[in-house]
Nanobody, 122 residues
Framework: VQLQASGGGLVQAGGSLRLSCAASGLTFSSYTLGWFRQAPGKEREFVAA????????TYSDSAKGRFTISRDNAKDTAYLQMNSLKPEDTAVYYCAARDGSVVISGKYYAYWGQGTQVTVSS
């Protein structure tokens, strides 16, 4: 199983980025997908998750209203559209997959990507 996160970069505050998570080696449509992030010196935190067919999404309070998670099961890819970015959004962003319903705890996700760096300048 491989999860390849991409789309990170350097952006000014107020800007947007779209992260992608391309999956292989698993039946993508059978897995809940989640996005997590980890800033330097901080613990990993939940950002967003989406259910198998996309009918259920959940967001952290910090992501709600600014970020949108989506998936394209035909392309085995999940996305995280991030708008109105803030310097505090700076972190390495990871996508993860689990065989089950949407949950926000990372310990329940079996597969993880390598992460993509997002840096938001003020």
């Amino acid at each position: 199983v491989q999860l390849q996160a991409s789309g990170g970069g350097l952006v000014q505050a107020g800007g947007s980025l779209r992260l992608s998570c391309a999956a292989s080696g698993l039946t993508f449509s059978s897995y809940t997908l989640g996005w997590f992030r980890q800033a330097p010196g901080k613990e990993r935190e939940f950002v967003a998750a989406i259910s198998l067919s996309g009918e259920t999404t959940t967001y952290s309070d910090s992501a709600k209203g600014r970020f949108t998670i989506s998936r394209d099961n035909a392309k085995d890819t999940a996305y995280l559209q991030m708008n109105s970015l803030k310097p505090e959004d700076t972190a390495v962003y990871y996508c993860a997959a689990r065989d089950g319903s949407v949950v926000i705890s990372g310990k329940y996700y079996a597969y993880w990507g390598q992460g993509t760096q997002v840096t938001v300048s003020s």
